[in-house]
């Protein structure tokens, strides 16, 4: 039997043009962050199951989680996301730390989902999370630099849009005017999360069913573009006394004091874990063949609680690789491959593999990176192979080299020449 090529279902092999790219996502992810002053950290890819069954919400405990029972007989989980654990990790911790912790993290995260556009069963997701800042400045900073990600991608002002809404009002929405049960307000969210993606007929006729009667004012609800126009819908007091919805007025205008143009109220976006408490967010692609979230996330003021510690609040976003590279295909910004050699030496007959090494050595010293062949192969293949792998420069060595400790760099894509001593290589590149 013949063993498949192929990576598992639904996770990708990075050939050396595929890391370039992920590297250069993850680069325009890491400046941004360090930009704005945050600590890396990093895990294990493995957790106890109980980690994820307190509080991540049903469906990817239940269906999405790749589980296992150890040879000790333990359950394990392999991460489906990294909120858990930075929350595990903040709290035992949470005496020691310098509060507020502002820290990210670049995990692959595993997740048995049918493999679709965006969707794989393993990405990488840059995870930023403040622990212990209750001002809403967390929420626009960590919007802010997600602007910035978007910019160091490439983005112009117009290729994204933020959308806002807060689970503080949706919940006393439901509680305090629909009247709604803790079960029929699961159900509720489940269906509103996925409103833009069912014909309109199904969402009503599922929410009548839910609410036991008309939804004309749901509808209302959820229509609503500016929060301005809830008042007509849920009435002149709660309207003032909702303090999600006095959130979420507060940061919309200090996000317009900071500059990002692209933030506004969307009472749709539920995010589907169920640790979220207070102000949700999602970044969407407004390019037509790429019309969807990039990344999103908001503030959880449960979870380190779950540890047995004090509660600290906590708002972080997940941004992921797969929806990145999207983002720059569909845009034309996808960085052009380029190797991490500078120049490639190209070996002549009669040539001791020792001396070339011992010029590469000398090169490398001052800084050029250098690859180099090993057999004496035609001149020509050696080129060819330099420019298979995206070298930009070549230089062959010979007896004449060998001896003058004299080199002439030929660039390929131009074809000029230039000559120096190894010592002074490194200025003609
Ligand atoms: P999430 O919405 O599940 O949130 O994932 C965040 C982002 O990760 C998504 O918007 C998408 O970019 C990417 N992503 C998620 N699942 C997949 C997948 N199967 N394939 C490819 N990309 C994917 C969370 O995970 C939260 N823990 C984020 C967070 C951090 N909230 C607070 N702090």
Not at 19 to 33: E, G, L, P, S
Not at 96 to 104: F, M, S, V
């Amino acid at each position: 039997m013949k063993l498949n090529k192929e990576p598992y279902k639904g996770t990708r092999d990075f050939y050396p043009e595929d890391q370039f790219v992920h590297n250069h996502v993850f680069h325009a992810m890491k400046q941004a962050t360090h930009a704005y002053g945050y600590e890396e950290y990093n895990s294990t890819m493995l957790e106890e199951t109980a980690l994820y069954a307190a509080k991540t919400g049903e469906e990817i405990v239940k269906e999405q989680t790749y589980s296992f029972v150890d040879r000790g007989n333990r359950e394990v989980t392999i991460r489906p996301e990294m909120t858990p654990t930075f929350a595990r990790m903040i709290a035992k911790k949470n005496r020691e730390l310098a509060l507020p912790a502002r820290w990210y993290s670049y995990p692959n995260l595993f997740r048995y989902e049918r493999p679709q556009r965006g969707r794989l069963r393993e990405h990488w997701q840059l995870n930023v999370d403040i622990a212990g800042e209750k001002s809403l400045g967390a929420e626009a900073e960590l919007i802010s630099l997600g602007a910035q990600i978007m910019k160091n991608l490439g983005a112009g002002e117009g290729d994204f849009i933020v959308s806002i809404n807060s689970r503080r009002l949706l919940n006393s929405y439901f509680k305090d005017i629909l009247k709604l049960k803790e079960e029929d307000i699961h159900r509720l969210s489940k269906l509103v999360d996925k409103k833009n993606k069912i014909p309109k007929e199904v969402f009503i006729e599922q929410a009548e069913a839910i609410l036991g009667g008309d939804c004309g004012q749901l509808l209302a609800f959820f229509d609503a573009t500016h929060i301005q126009e809830l008042e007509a819908v849920v009435g002149i007091q709660f309207f003032q006394e909702n303090v999600g919805i006095a959130e979420l007025s507060n940061l919309l205008q200090m996000l317009v004091g900071i500059g990002i143009t692209q933030a506004r109220f969307d009472p749709t976006i539920m995010r589907g874990f169920d640790y979220y408490t207070g102000i949700v967010f999602e970044f969407y692609d407004t390019h037509a063949e790429n019309n969807r979230a990039l990344f999103g996330g908001g503030r959880y003021d449960d979870l380190v609680g779950i540890f047995g510690v004090e509660p600290i609040t906590c708002v972080g976003f997940g941004m992921g690789d797969v929806t990145a590279r999207d983002f720059l295909e569909v845009r034309g910004l996808i960085p052009q491959y380029s190797s991490s050699a500078d120049v490639h030496l190209c070996l002549m007959d009669g040539v001791a593999l020792e001396d070339m090494m011992q010029i590469a050595q000398v090169l490398r010293g001052h800084g050029v990176t250098v690859s180099m062949s090993m057999q004496p192969r035609k001149i020509a293949k050696q080129i060819q192979e330099a420019e298979k792998k995206s070298i930009p420069n070549i230089s062959v060595v010979g007896i004449d080299e060998v001896e003058s400790q004299v080199l002439t760099v030929k660039n390929l894509l131009s074809g000029n020449e230039t000559k120096a001593p190894l010592d002074k290589v490194h200025t003609l590149l």
